[in-house]
């Protein structure tokens, strides 16, 4: 061969292909499914595939996983491109299967990014996943339930990837600088967890960073040295130093509680872009949200937890960046929303109280009377029906004896908690005329 030849042959493979993991004793992560007597890797022992959804974020292992099942059952295995491939691929595949099938080789498809597939593409799979011409393991960062149709679905059971954990992505790091190729290379310990929390929890996406920034760094006699300051200036942004499991952690979601419930929409929107920009799941904060929904707020503005459990629902649906106005449209919503503690207070005594009186009864007229005994012993009797009542409330006592003049929830005059206060006053002071009357 010439010069030319050669070039012409060479192939660049990725570092990321490099360090596919070929067995479940080389794959990272996701210990709930492929450990040691976890539903996959016992489905591989015993050669019993059935089909399957993965569902998780990406760089986390999805298509690894499919192609390790498909090597260690011994299964043919084809791969599709929802992006690419229409029905014309999909039945030409079906019939290499059914050539399969007949020759008692089992055949595995997997489909990467399943949700982008039309439902027609989706109905063309049914009759083989059922018949058992193919095993379908699909690969989606959407939530199934909304992006592949109910009856693919009833078929194939799903499973949840996580993203991994920074000390997983340190390991797959480790490894691939342990590569023949990367023998004049060294790294300060320290940037090994700079990379993996700069990658989110993708694999892919840390081997990338790690392949990029060798390839930058300079060659100082006959050695590459990367160091955390050169590290930092090749990712040319500090953000990523953010720890999501330490201590700035939870100083900026302090920081955003706090100024959310000082009224301060400003300032939370600046905490919300320091947590986003330096690779907080925004499904974390969108959780802080709806709790600061009834902790801070509660019926002050009921519409507060349907604001955040609304964002929350579309954040898990869209990720990350397109969801952080979302986040940002509720944290400025709570921010100016009218507050209210008298929720997270009244839960706190009531919860004092519960774990002093558990050995207290209830009280026999709020029991039910299922059997002939309970009716004897007065399970129900003396209970007020309030449908029954002109005013749809009974002057009854629902609490046990010992705690029965105990009081927890003291609505606020802030927002619309104002009008359940006055409406708690008229339901009491009802009350306190029909018990006078039952003792005249």
Known sequence: MDLFEQNETFEFVPLAEKMRPKTLDDFFGQEHIVGEGSPIREMIQNDAITSMIFWGPPGVGKTTLAKIIAKQTNSAFYELSAVTSGVKEIKELIDMAKFNKGNGKKTIVFVDEIHRFNKAQQDAFLPFVENGTIILIGATTENPSFEVNSALLSRAKVYVLNSL??????????????????????????????????????????????E???????????????TKTGLEKSLQSKVFLYDKKGEEHYNLISALHKSMRNSDPDAAIYYLARMLEAGEDPLYVARRLIRFASEDIGLANPSALTQTTSAYEACHNIGMPECNVILAQAVVYLS???????????????????????????????????????????????????????????????????????????????????????????????????RHEENR
């Open 165 to 210: 954990t920074e000390e997983e992505l340190v390991g797959i790091l480790k490894r691939a600088m342990n590569l023949p190729e990367f023998k004049n290379v060294e790294m300060e310990e320290s940037c090994y967890s700079i990379i993996a929390r700069f990658s989110s929890g993708d694999a892919r996406g840390a081997l990338n960073t790690l």
């Open 212 to 226: 990029n920034v060798i390839n930058i760094t300079p060659m100082k006699k006959n050695k590459k040295m990367i």
């Open 336 to 434: 100016v929303s009218p507050k209210s503690n008298a929720l997270y207070m009244a839960y706190n005594k009531a919860k004092k109280d519960a774990q002093d009186t558990m050995n207290e009864s209830v009280p026999y007229h709020l029991r039910n009377a299922v059997t002939k005994l309970d009716s004897e012993l007065g399970f129900g009797h003396g209970y007020v029906y309030a449908h029954d009542t002109k005013e749809k409330v009974s002057s009854m006592v629902c609490l046990p004896e010992s705690i029965k003049d105990h009081k927890y929830y003291f609505p606020t005059d802030s927002g619309s908690e104002k009008n359940v206060k006055a409406v708690m006053n008229r339901i009491e002071e009802f009350k306190k005329r029909g």
